[in-house]
């Protein structure tokens, strides 16, 4: 089955600069890749996804990259803000009827300093 | 639009009761995700269902743990005998069918088996 691999898993930044969260992945036949943000107390909220057709997807200051060669997919968020603090997840799918079940990786705590 | 609605959000219990936890998922979708969430672990997949049938439930631990749906907006996951390694938070999650649509997660319950 898919493995997904994340890192880091703590991540601290000054407010206003920018964050990056990596991941791989170990099947080549996955195509869609989102990215989860998960805040104290609640449950994961999608903020980003991506299909494997698309190398790059961008929604005001987040950001998603996709290297299907390589096997990585990053989130990127720029002008970081305090509210930005929180549990980031990728997870990955082969995507097809019969099988919706996503792969997440193990989370980064991402620390925005004021 | 209602969320994922769990219930109950604690519950704290001395081991070898009985569990059960609740979910009404979002009105109009057919699928239904059993997540559970430690540190340990990170977030797994228990089992899903798709239009109130179970598709995959080998993520289930267990034969202690097992999951109904009797109708379109309710699902209940039950653990019978609970054990202190059963504590963790535990979250529903819903989605339209389709090849991609968002999984949309509730707030969880945070179980502590004592």
């Known amino acids: 089955g898919e493995n997904v691999e994340q890192h880091p898993s703590t991540l601290s930044v000054q407010e206003g600069d920018s964050a990056v969260i990596k991941c791989t992945y170990s099947d080549s036949a996955s195509n869609y890749f989102p990215w989860y943000k998960q805040e104290l107390g609640k449950g994961p909220q999608l903020i980003i996804d991506?299909?494997?057709?698309?190398g790059e997807k961008k929604d005001q200051r987040i950001a998603v990259t996709l290297n299907k060669t390589a096997k990585h997919f990053s989130l990127h968020i720029t002008e970081t803000q305090p509210e930005d603090s929180a549990v980031y997840f990728c997870?990955?799918?082969?995507?097809?009827?019969?099988?919706?079940?996503?792969?997440f990786g193990t989370g980064t705590r991402l620390t925005i300093i004021p | 639009d209602a969320g994922v609605i769990q219930s109950p959000r604690h519950e704290v219990t001395e081991m070898g009761q009985e569990v059960t936890l609740r979910c009404k998922p979002i009105s109009g979708h057919d699928y239904l995700f059993w997540y559970r969430q430690t540190m340990m672990r990170g977030l797994e997949l228990l089992i899903y269902f798709n239009n109130n049938v179970p598709i995959d439930d080998s993520g289930m631990p267990e034969d202690r743990f097992s999951a109904k749906m009797p109708n379109a907006s309710f699902s209940t996951l039950k653990i019978q005998p609970s054990e202190p390694r059963d504590s963790a938070v535990y979250f529903c999650a819903s989605s339209l069918s389709g090849v991609i649509q968002p999984q949309h997660f509730g707030d969880g319950t945070r179980l502590s088996i004592l």
């Open positions: 997870a990955a799918n082969k995507l097809r009827r019969g099988n919706e079940k996503l792969t």
């Open positions: 991506i299909r494997s057709n698309v």
